[in-house]
């Protein structure tokens, strides 16, 4: 029984059909988790990585619990969580592991999208209060997207 329990999680893996990475997509509190293969997997890892050390600046400090609540309650938002962390280095904001991302797509959180802003939160377990934002991110969007309709 174990060898069999064993074949199928390798079977698994090979065919990619197991992601450890989660993306919920918000809708104003309704949910909805998307389904990827492992090869989306780690191309959308690179698209956070390049969101975060792209970022150019912290817009807020001390956004609360009840804030990214409110967010997902009320808006829309993306939000991606890995099971591992992993450590991104950005001139401009420093070095900081990260294992969960939320971009508002609308609300008083968004970014700027018509000039091509996006803004975030990042965090490990928990976010880590602070929203920032990548003045040309709103194309990793846009390849987050493209990557998910493979």
Do not use: H, W
């Not at 698209?47 to 409110?70: F, M, R, W």
């Amino acid at each position: 029984m174990k060898t069999a329990v064993i074949f199928l999680f390798l079977l698994f893996v090979i065919s990619g059909n197991i992601s450890a990475t989660e993306i919920i997509i918000y809708n104003k509190g309704a949910t909805d988790k998307v389904k990827f293969t492992a090869a989306q997997e780690k191309k959308i890892q690179e698209i956070v990585k390049d969101i975060y050390e792209k970022a150019d600046k912290t817009l807020s400090i001390n956004i609360s619990k009840e804030d990214i609540k409110g967010i997902k309650k009320k808006d829309r938002c993306v939000e991606i969580i890995f099971d591992v962390s992993f450590p991104f280095s950005n001139g401009a904001l420093g070095y900081e592991s990260v294992k969960r991302m939320l971009i508002p797509l609308n609300g008083s959180f968004a970014g700027d999208f018509k000039n091509g802003t996006l803004n975030f939160f990042a965090g490990l377990d928990d976010y880590n209060g602070k929203e920032y934002s990548n003045t040309n991110g709103f194309k990793y969007v846009e390849q987050l997207y493209k990557v998910l309709q493979q």
